[in-house]
């Protein structure tokens, strides 16, 4: 049985799922890697249907390529079953907690709704996790920074 303050199924989403989300993804999983965590399922999932199908962006593969990360996530649409299947769902910023809110089917459904902002610490800055799509290649690596203090953090909380 699954203690509710323990989530072990996260779901990361974003508009797109082709950055931010299938970053945080892949980010989570090698921080559980690296603890020797098992358990748990990560997924990522979009507001947005523009890229289904698709793998990351190419910019989001090779700036975690660097760091050790192969993203291999084919993007999907949040669907009706994820607030079900999902322990909490994690929007990277307003926007997307907006969408999740409009989307969620019951009351339940939004109590599963949290803010990366919750998991980021305090005085880096940031209280969301900026899209990187219109941006240059340090909005890529400023992603991956802000992700890897929030996944670590979201480890931290549940473990
Ligand atoms: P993401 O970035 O939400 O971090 O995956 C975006 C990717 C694609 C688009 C918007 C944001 N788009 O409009 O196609």
Redesign the pocket.
């Known amino acids: 049985m699954n203690e509710p303050n323990k989530p072990r199924k996260i779901l990361f989403v974003?508009?797109?799922?082709?950055?931010?989300?299938?970053a945080a993804e892949g980010v989570m999983k090698s921080v559980l890697e690296s603890e020797n965590a098992k358990g748990w399922t990560i997924d990522s999932a979009?507001t947005?249907d523009?890229?289904i199908g698709d793998l990351p962006?190419s910019r989001m593969r090779s700036a975690a390529r660097r760091r050790g990360l192969d993203l291999v996530h084919r993007c999907r649409q949040v669907r009706e079953s994820d607030f079900e299947d999902f322990d909490i769902i994690i929007g990277?910023d307003a926007n997307n907690m907006a969408n999740l809110r409009r989307m969620a089917p019951t009351t339940e459904a939004v109590a599963k709704l949290k803010h990366i902002a919750e998991f980021l610490p305090a005085g880096c800055g940031y209280d969301y996790v900026p899209?990187?799509?219109y941006e240059g290649a340090e909005g890529f690596e400023l992603v991956l920074d802000l992700l890897e203090n929030a996944c670590r953090n979201i480890y931290q909380a549940y473990k």
């Open positions: 974003c508009l797109g799922n082709i950055c931010r989300s299938p979009g947005g523009y890229h962006d990277m899209d990187p799509y």
